[in-house]
């Protein structure tokens, strides 16, 4: 079946450096790809649509210019943390729609700590 | 916007015994997910719902979605400790898009 994957599963970076995760469908290609941010404890948050050859589209109270998204082939979106702050240590999973339309699939998700 | 509430928030059973977990929308549903995880980890796709009245089974969990598709159950029989889990339910609120607006989540342990 379709998968999903997401790399790195963890990371640590250093407050005011940037870092970048991947999202990648492995046996599907995938126009459309959407990151979603989850707190502790708490259920998933969307924060953006990643649309492939064009502009991600940010739900509202995203700041855009933080959260960078690139989808510059059919089975890659990035999502890049600019100017990390400890605030921003998360956890972060993407998703995609499988070939037949019917099924979202969800990456493994990327542990993400500033300190 | 569509909200997704769902009910119970932690449930504990013995194994062996059947459960059920509700969600319940605010909108019409065009389309309700449930998945499973494990705290931080991703999430295990289960089910996808369409049509009012539709239920589906895999293995010992099966889901129903209502008829006027606002509500939907998870149900699982003979519950085992691998069962145990954060169960979410999803809505494609604006209708097919991919976008889903998630639940709070159900967190069920399974007593051996």
């Known amino acids: 079946g379709a998968v999903v994957s997401q790399h790195p599963s963890r990371v640590i970076c250093k407050s005011g450096t940037s870092v970048k995760i991947e999202c990648r469908s492995l046996?599907?290609?995938?126009?459309?790809m959407f990151w979603y941010r989850q707190f502790p404890k708490q259920s998933l948050m969307l924060m953006a649509t990643?649309?492939?050859?064009?502009?991600?589209?940010?739900e509202q109270g995203v700041e855009k210019d933080k959260f960078l998204i690139n989808h510059a082939s059919l089975t890659l979106s990035t999502l890049t943390v600019t100017s990390a702050h400890p605030e921003d240590s998360s956890f972060y999973i993407c998703s995609a729609r499988g070939s037949s339309g019917n099924t979202i699939y969800f990456g493994e998700g990327s542990w993400l700590t500033v300190v | 916007s569509q909200e997704l509430e769902q009910s119970p928030q932690s449930l504990i059973v013995q194994e062996g015994k059947n459960l059920t977990i509700n969600c319940t929308s605010s909108k019409t549903l065009y389309g309700l997910y449930w998945y499973k995880q494990k705290y931080g980890e991703g999430l295990i796709f289960l089910m996808m719902l369409q049509k009012g009245g539709e239920e589906k089974s895999h293995e010992k969990i099966t889901a129903k979605l209502d008829e006027k598709k606002q509500q939907s159950s998870l149900h699982i029989t003979a519950s085992q400790p691998s069962h145990a889990g954060i169960y979410l339910c999803?809505?494609?609120?604006?209708?097919?898009?991919?976008?889903?607006?998630f639940g709070q989540g159900t967190t069920l342990q399974v007593k051996p």
């Open positions: 999803g809505a494609d609120g604006s209708g097919n898009t991919g976008k889903l607006i």
């Open positions: 046996d599907f290609q995938a126009t459309t």
């Open positions: 990643s649309n492939e050859g064009s502009k991600a589209t940010y």
